[in-house]
DNA sequence: CACCAGGCAAGTA
DNA sequence: TACTTGCATGGT
């Protein structure tokens, strides 16, 4: 466990606080949301769950019976809705074919139900990894545009960086722990919504700009 | 008004 | 392989 990122950890959380991630009810309700919330807000996406939870379309055998014309009206707050409820119908589509059901994926190894998730289409490395650590609680780092953004802002990782040089960062230097992996992703969330903003980033009150005088990462080495 | 939010797939060259 | 574009609502 690097020194580094357990006091980066120690920052976030004095500054503000256990996430508590991921809102929602169920593993179904999680894997829901992730698929909704894919370049979309998070507010938008509540609307929409409380829309299929209004009309009894949140379980695995109502996504499975409900049109999707119909489907895409109760999920239109989140943005993206033909596209999403095309990608949530093949999703709940290709877990019942091939398993039946959604707890069925429970018996899989973490590395076989990421597999079998990301041969969805509508399903990539970050929402994958979402369902995985927070619907499944298997220890798989979630990598999103804020983790890279500060990471290179830290000069930790280059431009180019793809998903799985990030994602490897973390899981080389963490230990391998669900609680740990759900809320340091959820920090950075955080970090990453008040202040690093893609157009105007605050990096002078950042929790991440503040040690021993400069940015936290930046003295570690991928 | 512009810009962005807890991405991904498909098309083009 | 490496770009580009479509997808769409709602908040600041």
């Not at 290709?94 to 139900?113: I, K, P, T, W, Y």
């Amino acid at each position: 466990m690097s020194v580094l990122l357990e006091q980066a950890y120690q920052k976030m959380l004095t500054h503000f606080g256990k996430q508590n991630w991921w809102p929602g009810d169920s593993a179904l309700e999680i894997c829901v949301g992730a698929i909704l919330t894919q370049n979309t807000n998070w507010g938008n996406v509540e609307k929409a769950i409380a829309n299929l939870k209004q009309n009894n379309s949140l379980s695995f055998e109502a996504l499975l019976s409900i049109p999707e014309e119909i489907l895409s009206e109760h999920i239109r707050p989140s943005g993206y809705f033909r596209q999403k409820a095309k990608r949530l119908k093949g999703f709940v589509a290709r877990v019942n074919e091939e398993f039946g059901d959604l707890s069925a994926l429970r018996d899989l190894s973490s590395d076989r139900l990421r597999e079998f998730l990301l041969s969805i289409t509508g399903i990539g490395p970050e929402t994958a990894d979402s369902m995985v650590l927070y619907a499944f609680d298997r220890p798989s780092f979630v990598i999103d545009a804020y983790t890279k953004r500060i990471l290179v802002r830290h000069q930790v990782m280059d431009e180019d960086a793809d998903y799985y040089q990030l994602k490897d960062y973390f899981e080389a230097h963490l230990e391998e722990d669900v609680g740990l992996y759900n809320e340091y992703h959820a920090l950075i969330v955080a970090v990453g919504k008040h202040y690093c903003k893609r157009s105007k980033p605050d990096c002078e009150h950042c929790p991440l700009n503040d040690f021993n005088g400069g940015p936290i990462f930046q003295s570690l080495t991928p």
